[in-house]
């Protein structure tokens, strides 16, 4: 049978961010993904070259909605690793108590996005309703649901009183009932095992050569988590293991994140119960020292990196931000052959796509009025040998 | 079977849902809301407008002599937020000396008129 292109995207029904799929199939099977990533791209690194470090973590929150803590935490680590600044650990706890609300939240709203995905909308409603203890939670402590504000390079912005401790305690053993709840659906309820189980298979083989992070990698039985494997803020004090699975699906995927819900709730408890007293945060100086520095965070999709460098100024000179997404693209394409055509919403589902954070570059050819893609050697060309005048590969 | 067991459980309770307007969401007490001016307090020192990111607070002629740490000073400029530039991130909040910025425990609405402003 002749080979046929569905094109799907950059805007379709289905779709929630702008994306272009041109996925060849043979009958039903996939042959081949051909994807389109740069449709929303912002700027965001070049806006950020231009604002002092007060004003730029704001603008850092807004590269995601989803792991908005997550990139502030990331960049305000890097500045504050260049400054050689000591955070207190009271900001660390805080810090750490945002960050896992904050997987709790995506990770259940990515429960939900799956359920969505493959019909089953029960579990949509019921993981979007439990995710709102949270949301409340983190709008009790921050002021906000979705940008907390919480980071300042230096510390954190706000302190937790004891009454918002109290309140965040007791809405735990509820969520912790519920999630127990989604442990004995993921693993009996027949709509989602028929659906997730061998669906998008990837070996620990292959997540290792494509170099899949995040809970992609932990599902094919790669044991690596940024929390553990570099600890950052206060996860060398808190107890709790690192989640993995060996069926390397997006049923393993789904355990992966479930088990993280469980492990993000214990982590949530122990800092709560064992918050450690003092300041919230240090002053620190406007400027920040000449140097370079590759801050790691481990957010709810995966590794997160920001490449930061500073030139002696109150300005970043450069910052490149790599999220979790786009490390993960490769292995969806490679797991999406063979499958059914019928499986392609749930197997890009299930790494937890964020396109319009992943949107790094875009290529303009003012003259033809045209936009891009770049080849590897074109890009090193660019970087490198154009200077030493050698000729366009 | 665990969905059945649910569905009947909350056909018995109560709906989640709350009946706006008839029932008010409740807004926590740190909630981050619209941005509000205490003119007597404000010493005109500008921080707030370099502090923002949206860039939405200008300074304005505003003389005005004020109380400040048991002196009275003469201040010469005062700040105007643009209501619907600003998105509540608080670091005027923040950075105030004197608490004469601040964000409100009320919901502020959204828009793009850029000529409503706040002083």
């Given amino acids: 049978m002749p080979e046929v292109v569905v094109s799907i995207g950059p805007h379709h029904p289905a779709l929630k961010e702008p994306v272009n799929f041109k996925v060849v199939v043979d009958g039903e099977k996939i042959v081949r993904l051909e994807l389109d990533l740069s449709y929303n791209h912002r700027g965001v690194e070049k806006a950020a070259e231009q604002r002092d470090f007060i004003r730029v973590l704001p603008l850092m929150e807004r590269v995601c909605g989803i792991c908005s803590h997550a990139h502030s935490t990331a960049f305000a680590k890097g500045i504050e690793e260049i400054m050689q600044l000591e955070i207190p650990p009271r900001a660390q706890y805080i810090r750490t108590i945002i960050a896992e609300l904050e997987r709790m939240h995506s990770h259940l709203l990515w429960l939900g996005v799956a359920a969505h995905v493959i019909g089953f909308n029960t579990l949509f409603m019921w993981t979007w309703r439990d995710r709102e203890a949270i949301q409340d939670t983190v709008e009790e402590m921050s002021g906000n649901r979705v940008h907390y504000g919480m980071n300042e390079v230096g510390g954190v912005r706000r302190d937790l009183t004891p009454a918002q401790v109290t309140a965040a305690l007791e809405r735990l053993p509820n969520l912790e009932e519920r999630i127990k709840k989604y442990v004995d659906m993921v693993n009996k309820e027949e709509t989602m095992l028929i659906r997730f189980r061998g669906v998008g298979k990837l070996s620990k083989e292959e997540a290792l050569r494509y170099g899949t992070v995040g809970p992609t990698a932990r599902a094919s039985g790669v044991d690596y988590d940024i929390r553990k494997d570099d600890p950052y803020l206060a996860y060398a004090d808190v107890p709790w293991n690192v989640v993995t699975d060996t069926n390397g699906d997006v049923y393993g995927r789904t355990r992966v994140r479930i088990g993280e819900l469980w492990e993000s709730i214990r982590i949530v408890r122990y800092c709560l119960e064992n918050l450690p007293e003092g300041p919230i945060r240090v002053t620190a100086p406007r400027n920040a020292p000449t140097g370079e520095i590759l801050s790691r965070y481990e957010a709810p999709r995966?590794?997160?990196?920001?490449?930061?460098?500073?030139?002696?100024?109150?300005?970043?000179?450069?910052?490149?931000?790599?999220?979790?997404?786009?490390?993960?693209?490769?292995?969806?394409?490679?797991?999406?052959?063979?499958?059914?055509?019928?499986?392609?919403?749930?197997?890009?589902?299930?790494?937890?796509?964020?396109?319009?954070?992943?949107?790094?570059?875009?290529?303009?050819?003012?003259?033809?009025?045209k936009t891009g893609v770049m080849s590897l050697d074109e890009l090193i060309w660019r970087n490198r040998s154009r200077d030493q005048g050698q000729e366009r590969p | 079977m665990s969905v059945l067991g649910e569905m009947f459980e909350n056909l018995l309770s109560r709906p989640i849902t709350i009946l706006y307007p008839k029932e008010k969401v409740p807004i926590p007490g740190a909630f981050r809301g619209r941005v509000a001016i205490t003119d007597e307090k404000c010493i005109g020192c500008s921080k707030c407008s370099l502090v923002c990111p949206a860039r939405a607070i200008t300074m304005i002629d505003g003389p005005r002599e004020v109380e400040f740490n048991g002196k009275t000073l003469t201040r010469k400029k005062r700040p105007q937020v643009k209501l619907y530039k600003c998105i509540r991130c608080g670091l005027c909040e923040r950075h105030c000396p004197t608490g004469a910025i601040f964000l409100k425990n009320e919901l502020s609405s959204s828009g793009t008129d850029g000529e409503i402003v706040v002083t």
Wanted: proline share 4%; with cysteine; charged share 20%.
């Fill in chain 1, 302 to 369: 995966g590794e997160l990196v920001h490449f930061i460098r500073t030139n002696g100024t109150d300005k970043v000179e450069r910052v490149d931000i790599r999220t979790p997404t786009l490390a993960n693209w490769t292995s969806v394409a490679m797991c999406l052959v063979n499958q059914n055509l019928a499986d392609l919403p749930v197997i890009v589902a299930a790494i937890d796509p964020c396109l319009s954070c992943t949107s790094r570059i875009t290529l303009l050819d003012n003259q033809n009025k």
